[in-house]
T-cell receptor
Framework: GAVVSQHPSWVICKSGTSVKIECRSL??????MFWYRQFPKQSLMLMAT?????????EQGVEKDKFLINHASLTLSTLTVTSAHPEDSSFYIC????????????FGPGTRLTVL | AQSVTQPDIHITVSEGASLELRCNYS??????LFWYVQSPGQGLQLLLK??????LVQGIKGFEAEFKRSQSSFNLRKPSVHWSDAAEYFC??????????FGAGTTVTVRA
């Protein structure tokens, strides 16, 4: 149990375009989903927290207009990187949690974004 | 604010040898502690967690961790490592708002 998927696993896009990344909890309903960014050889940096049906809460320094997060259902959250630039290239990881799972965060496999 | 320190950036261990990864935390209340493992290009997999109760916690893949409040530590151990244990290991503490703070990670290399 407690499986989280992400799609796509990798994406290459041109500068200026937008990219959407999906995060799904496959076998449980996730009341809260988290989005992280990870640079090579570094730890995870929390970008935002989203609760189903509510606006996402962004961490300090994260541009909410650039990284749009939607948590439309208890099993799906999306991150859209708008007007992507090369500096947005990174590994994006989501996690999902629920009370049933003891509020433990279970992570997706990540999405590698490369902006040319 | 909570924080986690993993003092060892990189550890090399021989296959079959024991492994111990250090984790020190800073948190005002009773901590909720986690160890995750990340293989290259992959997401994080939960190894084990400590919420309360027995201070020696058993996890998956033969890992265990011991919570020591007096030392603010939550070290991860495995008696005999396998080549497949080569990965990045992250210790994390959870705050009251359910956010995780991660340590910088420890890279484990297993030599034959």
């Amino acid at each position: 149990g407690a499986v989280v998927s992400q799609h796509p696993s990798w994406v290459i896009c041109k500068s200026g375009t937008s990219v959407k990344i999906e995060c799904r909890s496959l076998d449980f309903q996730a009341t809260t989903m988290f989005w992280y960014r990870q640079f090579p050889k570094q730890s995870l940096m929390l970008m935002a927290t989203s609760n189903e049906g509510s606006k996402a809460t962004y961490e300090q320094g994260v541009e909410k207009d650039k990284f749009l997060i939607n948590h439309a259902s208890l099993t799906l959250s999306t991150l859209t990187v708008t007007s992507a630039h090369p500096e947005d290239s990174s590994f994006y990881i989501c996690s999902a949690s629920s009370e049933r799972e003891g509020d433990t965060q279970y992570f997706g496999p990540g999405t590698r974004l490369t902006v040319l | 604010a909570q924080s986690v320190t993993q003092p060892d950036i990189h550890i090399t261990v021989s296959e079959g040898a024991s492994l111990e990864l250090r984790c020190n935390y800073s948190y005002g209340a009773t901590p909720y502690l986690f160890w995750y493992v990340q293989s290259p290009g992959q997401g994080l997999q939960l190894l084990l967690k400590y919420f309360s109760g027995d201070t020696l916690v058993q996890g998956i893949k033969g890992f265990e961790a011991e919570f020591k409040r007096s030392q603010s530590s939550f070290n991860l151990r495995k008696p005999s490592v396998h080549w497949s244990d080569a990965a990045e290991y992250f210790c994390a503490v959870r705050s009251n708002d359910y956010k995780l703070s991660f340590g910088a990670g420890t890279t484990v290399t297993v030599r034959a």
